[in-house]
């Protein structure tokens, strides 16, 4: 801090902080301090009760020992795994992205103390109070709930996850390699495009991914949407089956139902081009990642775990930007020590909504490969094109890294794929729109035509719930069901937000307030016929998973309403809704819930203020849940250039 600032000293074994002429703050201030930032709904309750908590355990009288622990924990709550001390220092408000909008609620007694709690944070003055019995150095001990390493505070349990994750991944770093006459032709026959890439002199990136998979036993591919992420995982498992052993176990994962449900879907198709005599081995049932680790209703922790691991070799997961850190730890400590991992994710898209950004984390600098010369030494054989390029000293995780650049679902023509590149780079994009017929945008007064959109959006689907099964028996009710939910996905309104006019609850009335008007659906309130939900909770017991999507039809049979679930194997699952405690409806859907999912038409509303939830990637994976057309909607165009602007960084040891 500057000299002008506070002087910082210990009087009777506390720490104590005084503004020239000011009052020293004391653990009273600190103490309602803390309680003003959760009345002032900038703090969570959580983060004002674990000093109070500990101080009960091990009595630490220390204002600035509260200080940082509540600060550890805010900042776990807003997904980052630790605090890092000298940024803290050097810029507190930034860090905790707490400004004057937010503390105009404080009282005028409060300002001053959180000014002089900011005074309170300077390097030794923090060395100091983290000598403490709630602190830990260096994860030496196990006790302790605080963990301080270097210039990093963390939750001890998220420095724990954070440190068997970096263990994990290290261990299964040196190469097992196949000999080049085995692996080249079975290459040669699953990526037979690789040869026009090899004439045009260019890197074939798929059949790169392949040769470094099949010789690590972890390793990530990542790309952006439509870059056959899993078309090269099919086809990698099937030289892995011919190459190695064809009795290898494979599990096939997803953090969600819906993204499981559609990864399913995609293995199945590609798994019919493979060459037949390969496709038999490779399985197609893709659980849950909670399922696949066997989560237990009401209970902490999994089934499988170190002592009791995964009956599988070969784990393989998609969308695994979704996972935490502490999930992640999970999913480690469950491989047996011979299990290899193959992790599939957009390191673009938003990070989970839980701690940590481990994808994002892993695939740092995976743009430049950063290989070493013993990565290189095991790929270069196969590449299609000189390696040099991307020759470098990059991360651990950098040498396991694959990034796939070549979209096959966007060409150069497509406006979804450009506008989501120049997005990504926070690059102009304001042309694109008048370019490319399949990206639009209603601004300001355009918003009106919003309306006729979501109408004829979502009349095709309500028409097919109107219309009924074509017979009354069970064949023809899950035909139908199936046909509505896969017509309902082929448009979606996607929100940023939860709260106002244009966040989930203000959208969903709305729009249900339109097709009312035109028609399309009975009521607007409690349960009806179109009604779509998304479940919010995990619940062991239906076997429905947060994110599940349900369409609420009338049973001919018996004229009463039920929810129709898709499950993972294609077949439909019928609940009463008296059953759905934990559901809410789904016109509008937030972009975090809709990661994991592709409509054919997606509708990304903004609200007409910045928030601090809008960044880039949220942007980002927004336009990718396009397939065919997108339509950003803003009625305060600003708001998505701020946003585009705005880019996520967590902090975390990773
Ligand atoms: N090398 C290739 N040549 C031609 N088409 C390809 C190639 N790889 C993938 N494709 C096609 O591109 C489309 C997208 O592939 P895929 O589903 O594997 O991508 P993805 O990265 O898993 O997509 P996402 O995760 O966004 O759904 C598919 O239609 C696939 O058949």
């Not at 204002?63 to 940024?87: D, E, F, K, M, N």
């Not at 949407?225 to 078309?231: A, H, N, Q, S, V």
């Not at 054989?381 to 979209?407: E, K």
């Not at 409509?599 to 849940?625: D, Q």
Request: net charge neutral.
């Amino acid at each position: 801090m500057d000299a002008s600032g506070p002087s910082i000293f210990r009087r009777d074994g506390r720490l104590v902080c005084c503004f020239s002429g000011g009052r020293p703050m004391n653990l009273n201030d600190m103490q309602r301090l803390l309680t003003a930032l959760v009345d002032a709904h900038i703090f969570r309750a959580v983060d004002a009760e674990l000093p109070v908590v500990l101080h009960r355990m091990a009595a630490q009288p220390d204002p600035l020992l509260w200080w940082l622990t509540a600060l550890v924990s805010y900042q776990y709550g807003r997904g980052h795994t630790c605090l890092l001390i000298s940024q803290l220092c050097e810029q507190p408000q930034v860090v905790l992205s707490i400004g004057s909008d937010d503390l105009w609620r404080l009282s005028e007694r409060n300002q001053e103390r959180w000014q002089q709690a900011l005074g309170l944070l300077e390097p030794n003055a923090i060395h100091q109070a983290l000598d403490s019995l709630w602190v830990q150095r260096d994860g030496s001990g196990d006790q302790a709930p605080l963990t301080w390493v270097n210039n990093r505070i963390y939750l001890t349990r998220l420095y724990r996850a954070e440190a068997l994750v970096k263990a994990a991944v290290q261990v299964r770093l040196p190469f097992q390699a196949i000999p080049q006459s085995t692996l080249q032709p079975l290459i040669d026959v699953a990526f037979p495009e690789a040869e026009q890439a090899r004439n045009r002199q260019e890197v074939h990136w798929q059949s790169l991914a392949c040769a470094l998979a099949v010789q690590r036993r972890f390793c990530i591919i990542t790309g952006g949407p439509g870059t056959g992420k899993t078309t090269t995982v099919v086809r990698l498992l099937a030289v892995l089956l011919q190459a190695r052993d064809s009795q290898l176990r494979i599990a096939l994962a997803a953090p969600t139902g819906k993204a499981a449900a559609r990864l399913t879907e995609s293995i199945r198709d590609k798994i019919s081009e493979l060459p037949c005599a390969w496709q038999e081995d490779i399985p197609t049932d893709v659980v849950t990642l909670h399922k696949l680790l066997g989560a237990r209703p009401h209970r902490r922790g999994f089934r499988y775990h170190q002592r009791n691991p995964l009956p599988a070799d070969v784990v393989v997961i998609d969308e695994a930007s979704m996972i935490d850190v502490e999930m992640m730890a999970a999913l480690m400590a469950a491989l047996p020590a011979h299990g290899q991992l193959i992790l599939l994710g957009d390191k673009d898209q938003l990070a989970s909504v839980e701690a940590g950004s481990v994808l994002g984390d892993f695939c740092a600098g995976a743009e430049q490969g950063g290989y070493n010369s013993d990565t290189l030494t095991h790929i270069t054989p196969y590449a299609t094109a000189s390696l040099q390029p991307y020759h470098g000293d990059g991360s651990a995780y950098n040498q396991a890294t694959v990034m796939l650049r070549v979209s096959h679902r966007f060409d150069a023509s497509s406006g979804i794929g450009q506008l989501a590149k120049a997005v990504n780079h926070g690059a102009d994009y304001s042309d694109l729109f008048s370019q490319f017929s399949d990206i639009d945008w209603l601004q300001g007064e355009a918003v009106e035509q919003f309306q006729a959109l979501v109408v004829s959006g979502y009349r095709d689907y309500l028409e097919l719930v109107q219309r009924g099964p074509q017979d009354n028996d069970d064949v023809h009710l899950q035909l139908w069901a199936k046909a509505v939910l896969k017509q309902h996905r082929a448009f979606q309104v996607l929100v940023a937000l939860r709260q106002g006019d244009w966040g989930v609850t203000g959208l969903n009335q709305r729009i249900a307030d339109w097709l009312y008007g035109a028609k399309l659906i009975p009521t607007t309130q409690g349960w009806y016929a179109g009604r779509p939900v998304l479940v919010r909770r995990n619940n062991y017991g239906l076997k429905l998973m947060n994110g599940d999507i349900g369409m609420t039809l009338v049973d001919p049979n018996s004229g009463r309403l039920r929810v129709a679930f898709e499950q993972p194997d294609g077949s439909i699952k019928w609940i009463l809704p008296s059953r759905l405690a934990d559901v809410e409806t789904v016109f509008a859907l937030t972009v975090h819930k809709s990661q994991g999912s592709e409509f054919k038409h997606a509708v990304l509303a903004l609200p007409e203020r910045m928030n601090p939830v809008l960044t880039r990637e949220l942007i980002y994976t927004g336009i990718t849940r396009a397939s065919q057309k997108f339509t950003l909607l803003t009625p305060e165009p600003q708001v998505f250039a701020e946003a585009v602007q705005t880019q996520v960084l967590r902090s975390s040891g990773l």
